[in-house]
C-alpha cells in the first residue's frame, strides 16, 4: 500500500505542479464571482448569440423604406394597367408585407389559384406573382361584358381556357409594371418562368425558403382581388441596405394616359385677370363727404402688377396697344 501511494503522489506531482492547480482554482472563482455580480451573461467574443430563423422574415421586411415606395408606384402603374385592360375603374392599393416560409404561404392558397414563378435578374433567386380565384375570374367575366360577383362558386378545380388567356394578360402587365415602377432604383427585367394552377403542384422551391410576401388589395365596384409578390429573403438581403435609406420621391418621367388629356383640359379653362393702377388712403370721415365729381389724387408706380384670379404672377407696364387700354409684361412673379 504504501508502495502505490507513493507511485501516486508521484504521477500527480508530474502532471500538474502546486502553483498550476492554484491558478485554475483562482480562475474558476473568478468567472463564477462575475457571473454573479453581473446576473447575465453578455454575448461577446466566444460567447453564442440566438438567432431565431423562423422570424427572419418579420425582421428583415421591418425598416425598408425604399422598397415599400417601391411596392407604392407599382400599385399605381397597376391600377393604370388594368384600367387599359378590362375597361373598369379599379383602384390598387398597397397592404403591406409579411414573412412567411414557402411551405406555410403554399398553405394559405386556395384552388385555383394563378401562381407564376418569375426571375427578377439581376436579382437572384426565384420570386412569386400570385392572382387569386377571385380576382381572375372577376376580370374574365369583366374583360367579355359579364358583371362582376363579390363571390365565386367555390367547387370550382381549376380555370377555364378563357381565365388562363386572362390571368396570361394580367401576368404581362404586372411583368411591365414591375419593371418600370423599380427603373428608378434597380434595372430589373422578369422572366416567367412557370405557371401552376394547384397550390399541392407549385413545389419549385425549398420548402423552408423564407419569403417576404407583399399583397396588394385589386378593388373593383362592388368586388376586389388580391394580387401578391412574394419575394425570397436572400433575394432582397444583398440590396439591404439600399432599400434601408430614407427615399425621396422624384418627379416622374412617366406621367400616365390621362396626364396629356387634362394639361390640355386645364390650358383651355379661362382665368380672370386684373392689376391696380393706383391706390389711395383717406380717412372714413373724408369718405362719408365725398360727392359727384370730387377728385382723389392717387399714387401710381411705375411698376404695375398682374393678378390671375387674385393671385399675382408678373410685373408690367401699364400704356395703349390698338386703342385698347393696356399692360406690358416685363418680367415674372417670383413666389416663395
Known amino acids: 500500500m504504501a508502495d502505490s501511494d507513493k507511485g501516486t503522489e508521484t504521477d500527480s506531482e508530474e502532471v500538474l505542479t502546486q502553483e498550476e492547480i492554484d491558478a485554475l482554482l483562482t480562475s474558476v472563482e473568478d468567472d463564477d464571482g462575475s457571473e454573479a455580480d453581473s446576473g447575465t451573461i453578455v454575448?461577446?467574443?466566444?460567447?453564442?448569440?440566438?438567432?431565431?430563423?423562423?422570424?427572419?422574415?418579420?425582421?428583415?421586411?421591418?425598416?425598408?423604406?425604399?422598397?415599400n415606395v417601391i411596392h407604392e408606384r407599382f400599385a399605381l402603374q397597376l391600377c393604370e394597367s388594368i384600367f387599359n385592360t378590362l375597361r373598369c375603374s379599379n383602384n390598387v392599393k398597397f397592404v403591406g408585407a409579411r414573412g412567411a416560409s414557402f411551405t406555410d404561404y403554399l398553405h394559405t392558397l386556395e384552388l385555383p389559384t394563378h401562381i407564376n414563378f418569375i426571375n427578377l435578374k439581376p436579382l437572384k433567386g426565384i420570386a412569386l406573382a400570385v392572382f387569386d380565384n377571385n380576382l381572375i375570374t372577376n376580370a374574365t367575366s369583366s374583360f367579355f361584358g359579364g358583371s362582376m360577383k363579390q363571390e365565386v362558386a367555390a367547387e370550382k378545380q381549376d380555370f377555364t381556357p378563357s381565365e388562363m388567356r386572362i390571368g396570361n394578360m394580367l401576368l404581362q402587365r404586372v411583368m411591365s409594371d414591375l419593371q418600370v415602377?423599380?427603373?428608378a432604383d434597380i434595372e430589373v427585367h422578369p422572366e416567367t418562368r412557370q405557371t401552376e394552377t394547384n397550390p399541392d403542384f407549385a413545389?419549385?422551391?425549398?420548402?423552408?425558403?423564407?419569403?417576404?410576401?407583399?399583397?396588394?388589395?385589386?378593388?373593383?365596384?362592388?368586388?376586389?382581388?388580391?394580387?401578391?409578390?412574394?419575394?425570397?429573403?436572400?433575394?432582397?438581403?444583398?440590396?439591404?441596405?439600399q432599400f434601408s435609406v430614407t427615399y425621396q420621391a422624384e418627379k416622374r418621367e412617366d406621367q400616365g394616359t390621362w396626364a396629356p388629356v387634362i394639361i390640355d383640359e386645364l390650358k383651355a379653362t379661362s382665368v380672370e385677370l386684373s392689376s391696380t393702377l393706383g391706390t389711395a388712403q383717406l380717412s372714413?370721415?373724408?369718405?362719408?363727404?365725398?360727392?359727384?365729381?370730387?377728385?382723389?389724387?392717387?399714387?401710381?408706380?411705375?411698376?404695375?402688377?398682374?393678378?390671375?384670379?387674385?393671385?399675382?404672377?408678373?410685373?408690367?407696364?401699364?400704356?395703349?396697344f390698338n386703342d385698347n387700354n393696356a399692360i406690358k409684361i416685363r418680367n415674372k412673379k417670383h413666389r416663395p
Do not use: C
Not at 43 to 67: E, T
Not at 219 to 231: C, K, N, R, S, Y
Not at 289 to 316: H, Q, R, W
Open 203 to 241: 413545389q419549385l422551391m425549398n420548402p423552408a425558403e423564407q419569403l417576404l410576401v407583399n399583397r396588394f388589395d385589386i378593388v373593383f365596384e362592388g368586388t376586389q382581388g388580391i394580387f401578391e409578390l412574394a419575394m425570397p429573403m436572400a433575394m432582397i438581403e444583398p440590396y439591404r441596405e
Open 181 to 183: 415602377s423599380w427603373k
Open 284 to 320: 372714413l370721415g373724408e369718405v362719408l363727404k365725398l360727392n359727384a365729381g370730387d377728385i382723389i389724387p392717387m399714387e401710381m408706380s411705375d411698376t404695375v402688377t398682374l393678378y390671375a384670379e387674385g393671385v399675382p404672377i408678373f410685373d408690367g407696364e401699364y400704356g395703349a
Open 43 to 67: 454575448p461577446g467574443i466566444g460567447h453564442v448569440r440566438a438567432f431565431d430563423f423562423s422570424r427572419q422574415g418579420q425582421s428583415l421586411s421591418a425598416g425598408l423604406p425604399l422598397l
